[in-house]
């Protein structure tokens, strides 16, 4: 059923890539940035496989738009989450391949990583079981020589002990007596220490730029009352601290706890600004007993970045055109994060062989070097956002010359800069 359902999936594609190739007029009815949207929102939807089938779609119809690094990594997740590991796998591997300096492999979920490398070193996805079975019997065969070597060795140890024990038993009596109640105390007391930490279960979401602020309980389980020392691990930049419910900006280090009672307090962090949406890391709480610093208890938890996450496609209406010849230039801005992206600043530099003709119904600024400026309120999550220009070619332009332009995006919100490069249109005679 999975192969009736692919051959059917594939062979709709490739009666779309024919229709669109060979219908005049009806290539500028698919646009990259539609089917990514529509992709994006399957996936939010949890419809994975029309997030799959859209991307195949796209990465066929598109192979050089500037969506494909997005796209991949939407496969790679899509397929993970219906169940096709080797796909999800092979996405994952070609994601790393085509953009090895991408600031987007932070958002990898730890499932993609173990499973692009399992793939990288040749394994097969699926488990042998019949290797397990060896190997487990092999590794049992083992334990079970050493354990026997151990028992021989200490039945050995006790012999001599016991006979060394008898020669010196009346002068160490009332020594052993007391190290084995000393002994015997410690450990009763070492048996008394239970503790539980309670954090929050799954991934704690916190804005780029904002402060997070997550609860904790440290219970102490045992009969006596007892003090520990608290650490938190985390990345330098997040300024983690341990702190109580109400005094969330005063780190605490130490707690006493009578039998049963329970601390309230609060993991306070800043997530940073630079962050990409959807950056993870890992934030480990550690309590040690104040009497015995081998005895400790941890837990450990995870941060996710929320942040806007924006795209720019820029070009021409038509990827081939004339000296002379007037048309639309088309920016769309796309946002794919977990947060709308506010305050946009958007400056585009046309192709030096395109004169800019004017704008409808769209405030914006032109800078003496010819740059165009505008401004964007606000792009909700999983939407777009579009300009759209009158040009024309010059009537000099070289024909085969290619024609692509820049786009710089400002985001002021959080003082962040991107920069896209538009797709090329090529000229051609008249």
Not at 356 to 363: A, T
Request: charge should be positive.
């Amino acid at each position: 059923m999975k192969y009736l359902t692919r051959h059917i999936t594939q062979l709709i594609l490739s009666l779309l890539i024919v229709f669109v190739s060979f219908t005049p007029g009806n290539s500028a009815e698919i646009d990259d940035s539609t089917v990514f949207v529509e992709a994006f929102n399957a996936y939010q939807q949890k419809d994975y496989l029309l997030a799959i089938e859209k991307c195949d779609q796209l990465n066929q119809v598109f192979p050089d738009s500037p969506l494909r690094d997005v796209t991949i990594l939407l496969l790679a997740r899509a397929s993970l989450k219906s169940g096709n590991n080797e796909r999800a796998a092979k996405s994952t591997a070609l994601f790393s391949t085509e953009f090895p300096e991408s600031s987007l492999k932070t958002s990898l979920e730890d499932e993609l990583n173990v499973l692009a490398n399992r793939l990288q070193k040749g394994e097969v996805l699926a488990a042998d079981k019949t290797l397990q079975i060896a190997a487990a019997k092999v590794r049992s065969d083992a334990l079970a020589r050493d354990r026997a070597a151990k028992l021989k060795s200490e039945m050995e140890r006790a012999a001599k002990a016991k006979a060394e024990q008898e020669r010196l038993a009346r002068i160490k009596l009332d020594e052993e007596r007391r190290e084995k109640e000393r002994l015997l105390a410690e450990k009763l007391a070492r048996a008394s220490i239970k503790a539980a930490i309670t954090l929050h279960e799954g991934a704690w979401k916190v804005p780029v730029g904002g402060n997070g602020r997550m609860p904790i309980e440290i219970s102490n389980k045992g009969k006596n009352s007892e003090e520990f020392l608290l650490t938190i691990s985390a990345a330098k930049e997040y300024d983690a601290i341990l702190a109580r419910a109400e005094k969330a900006d005063e780190p605490i280090t130490r707690i006493q706890l009578a039998a049963g009672e329970t601390f309230k307090g609060t993991v306070a962090f800043r997530m940073p600004a630079e962050m990409v949406d959807g950056h993870r890391s890992a934030m480990t709480v550690t309590m040690v007993s104040a009497k015995f610093s081998d005895i400790s208890f941890q837990k450990e938890t995870t941060v996710i970045s929320s942040a806007p996450l924006v795209r720019v496609v820029a070009k021409l209406a038509k990827q081939k055109v004339t000296p002379g010849e007037t048309l639309r230039y088309r920016v769309t801005v796309l946002n794919v994060g977990s947060l709308p992206a506010q305050n946009l600043t958007v400056r585009l530099q046309l192709p030096p062989q395109i004169d800019f003709q004017g704008i409808p119904d769209v405030s914006f600024k032109q800078e003496p070097n010819g740059t165009l400026v505008f401004k964007i309120d606000q792009v909700e999550i999983g939407r777009l956002t579009e300009i759209n220009l009158d040009v024309k070619v010059r009537e000099d332009s070289v024909v085969g010359q290619d024609l692509r332009g820049q786009v710089e995006i400002v985001n002021g919100s959080l003082q962040r800069k991107d920069i896209f490069t538009a797709s090329a249109s090529v000229v051609q005679a008249k």
